[in-house]
């Protein structure tokens, strides 16, 4: 089995969501087994990150997801002081070394600058040494037929993105499922890094993209945003 963790930071809960979804799409597939770590304040002492027994899990796995939420820009404060305590030992070791990475982020905004954490993730990724995998799915709402449930629905491809009303309670239902979709695509991934498990890859052309989304919201019973 491919095993996978999910290492999130969420404040009230909407990231959280994401990586539950993320979490989701990873037990959901054949071959890889996940679990969910929560970064807390408890464990930040002067300053400084320190959970031995999260480190020890994620030591454990073949494939790690990062989260956070976006403030300002840029990452949270929290989930960078376990980023940061990561260097010691696993950067000066090498421990997480092609290990299979990836990233996903929240904000109120339908912007916020999410992409700048992404970024953020994807370069601590790199200099861990580990393999980064994006979406794969072509943009959603980004014509007259687009809806606010369809899948990639904010257009990203660095990591799954979500967004939260500030007044809301969760990210839309098409956040999530692209979350869910991008955790079972770096599960098949891990699995053919870990054990050489081909899987078929899913093509489709935009046309074929967008009648999908149209599906989804009768399906789902969606309003257009």
Known sequence: MAKIAVV????????????????????GTAGAEGVLLEIVWADVHEGRYKNDVLFGELGQCDGIVFGCATYMGSGSALFKTFLEAAFRPCWFEQQWKDKVAGGFT????QN??????????????????????GVSDLPGNNWSGGARSDLNRLGTWM??????????LEPSV??????????????????????????????????????????RRDRLGAERR
């Open 8 to 27: 999130f930071q969420s404040e009230r809960g909407h990231t959280k969501r994401i990586a539950e979804a993320v979490l989701k799409g990873v037990i």
């Open 112 to 133: 916020g600058d999410k992409l700048s954490t992404l970024m953020q993730l994807a370069v601590f990724a790199m200099q861990m040494g580990m393999i980064w995998v």
């Open 174 to 215: 098409g956040d999530l499922d692209t979350a869910e979709r991008f955790g079972a695509r770096l599960a098949l991934i891990t699995r053919r890094m870990k054990d050489g498990v081909a899987h078929d890859t899913e093509r489709l052309s935009e046309a074929q993209f967008r009648q999908n989304n149209l599906e």
């Open 106 to 109: 929240n904000s109120a905004s």
């Open 159 to 168: 990591g799954a993105m979500g967004q939260s009303d500030a007044d809301g």
